[in-house]
């Protein structure tokens, strides 16, 4: 019988530590849920030692995630495994997943430690953890940048004191595919006791490889656990992206020979999701996951999937979740029918008053947008509980000119703590007045470093929806907003922003 291949997704921790991409705990709850209705083996949930707000976001998933085991990250300290033993306490299945950098330069420069010190902390620290679970992962940081003969002596031990994965981590991005795998199957043989551990890989995404490392993991190196994210989401360039190697495994199923338990038509649900409380825009081109991933512009291709489908497709759209662009519902649709849709979307809404607020919103899109689809739900609901949390600023109208040869100008009404402004600015283009007249009222002194507008169905008459990252004295926050019109959009995205910033609400992006 064939290997299974564990999927852990760490999403919530290593994905969390993208600019701008903290995440409430309600947040993080709904993602983890979605996590489990794919199926995934292992929801690292976060860094229960980072912060208080993590450390109960752990807590609380680990309340609710039935299926997945839940894991905590910890540095190689009894205080950080403790914590992460606490958080996890309510789980039906938890992990502890423990680590400390081997390579020189991390030893030397960073942890200002010898290899004999990191040596026997990393024994100590998986002993102290296997106290609360046998479930315990070992990664050595930096690893594809360490020395052999000490990650044979480091991991030898580890294994010893009883971790039953072995993670080796290509921290930075440096691995090349043949090189990461045959380190791994190097340690495998040289390791006496390599056999005692599932041997995992994690793998990120600077030069462009994490995907082709992790799969060279696998394929030369025997690992037998990926780590890795919906959208690829993760520091600077990403990790590798969960999506790609769900379907690589399995479109390639007579190449890889690996059993998966993914149930991969909740992957596009699981992107969106992930995609809408990030703010983290889904390129069209990415693979699986992006729009354009299964169109065929091209005549000839055209042609030769309406003749037989697989000319041209290695993969059926519906297979990753994908729905025709379908009219779901329209303006004389009910509430009945309304809330029937949400529930076969998988989307949970806790009390019926979130129901009434989000049919309220949906009736006002329709009144505007003839077709409604299910990309236009997921956005309305997104924005539903976006709002929520926290409405220190609530947009409430915008009227704009703009003609050739004038300077744009807006004027947008919105409420700051339940009193309502009309404010007028001028800018290069409508949405940069759209602005700059909300500057002239709050005067944020926070900096605009990026701002992406996507369609979210096909055709003109789609909703766009905008993401405004805004950074503030060290701190970065993605704005999201979604309308039929792209100025309103980002009028929504840029309030949604400075709610952030705002907002007392623990916002979580522990930075190792
Ligand atoms: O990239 C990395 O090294 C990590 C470890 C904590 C596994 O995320
Ligand atoms: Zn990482």
Redesign the pocket.
């Known amino acids: 019988m064939a290997d299974k291949l564990i999927i852990f997704d760490t999403t919530l921790r290593?994905g969390e530590q993208s600019p701008g991409a903290s995440m409430t705990k309600d947040e993080k709850i709904r993602i983890a849920k979605q996590l489990e209705r794919l199926r995934v083996d292992v929801i690292e949930a976060g860094f229960a030692a980072a912060s208080p707000g993590d450390f109960e976001s752990i807590k609380a998933i680990a309340g609710v995630i039935k299926d997945s085991t839940v894991c905590s990250?910890s540095r190689a300290n009894d205080r950080d495994i403790a914590r992460a033993a606490e958080a996890l306490e309510s789980a039906q299945r938890k992990r502890i997943h423990t680590?400390i950098a081997t390579s020189p330069l991390h030893m030397e420069k960073k942890l200002r430690m010898t290899p004999d010190q990191v040596f026997e902390q990393a024994k100590l620290a998986v002993r102290f953890a296997r106290q609360f679970t046998d479930d315990v992962e070992f990664?050595p940081?930096?690893g594809s940048r360490s020395d052999m003969d000490f990650l044979c002596r480091v991991i030898e031990a580890v294994i010893s004191e009883g971790a039953r994965t072995i993670?080796f981590?290509d921290?930075v991005g440096y691995g090349v595919p043949e090189m990461y795998g045959n380190m791994i199957k190097t340690l495998r043989e040289r390791i006496p006791n390599s056999d005692k551990a599932v041997w995992s890989v994690?793998c990120?995404n600077d030069l462009g490889m994490a995907v082709a490392n992790s799969l060279a993991g696998v394929m030369i190196g025997g690992a037998r656990q990926v780590e890795c994210t919906i959208n690829g989401l993760g520091e600077r360039a990403g990790n590798t992206a969960l999506e790609e190697i769900v379907m690589a495994v399995r479109t390639r199923k007579d190449y890889f020979d690996l059993e998966l338990g993914i149930d991969t038509s909740q992957i596009v649900p699981a992107s969106k999701l992930v995609s809408q409380i990030t703010g983290f825009a889904v390129q069209p081109n990415k693979a699986v996951v992006g729009a354009n991933a299964f169109a065929h512009a091209s005549g000839i291709h055209q042609d030769g999937v309406l003749k037989a489908r697989d000319t041209y497709e290695i993969m059926r759209a519906e297979d990753v979740g994908w729905t025709a662009n379908k009219i779901v519902l329209g303006k004389l649709s009910g509430r009945n029918a309304f809330k029937q849709r949400l529930e076969e979307l998988g989307i949970e809404l806790e009390s019926e008053a979130e129901v009434n607020a989000a049919f309220a919103r949906f009736k006002e899109l329709a009144d505007r947008k003839a077709e409604i689809f299910d990309e236009d739900i997921i956005a309305v609901v997104s924005d539903e509980q976006h709002s929520h949390e926290n409405e220190f600023y609530r947009f409430v109208s915008l009227s704009q000119q703009s003609e050739t040869g004038e300077r744009p100008r807006a004027k947008v009404v919105f409420s700051i703590d339940g009193k309502e402004h009309a404010c007028q600015g001028e800018g290069n283009g409508p949405v940069d007045a759209t602005v700059n007249a909300i500057e002239s009222q709050t005067q944020s002194g926070s900096e605009l470093i990026l701002f992406s507008v996507n369609a979210i169905t096909n055709g003109t008459q789609s909703q766009g929806e905008v993401t405004m990252r805004l950074s503030k004295a060290g701190r970065i926050v993605n704005g999201v907003g979604a309308d039929p019109d792209i100025v309103v959009a980002s009028a929504k995205a840029y309030l949604s922003a400075l709610n952030k910033l705002h907002s007392k609400l623990e916002r979580l992006n522990p930075q190792?």
Do not use: I
């Open positions: 290593d990250l680590f990664s940081e930096d993670n981590a921290t994690h990120h190792l």
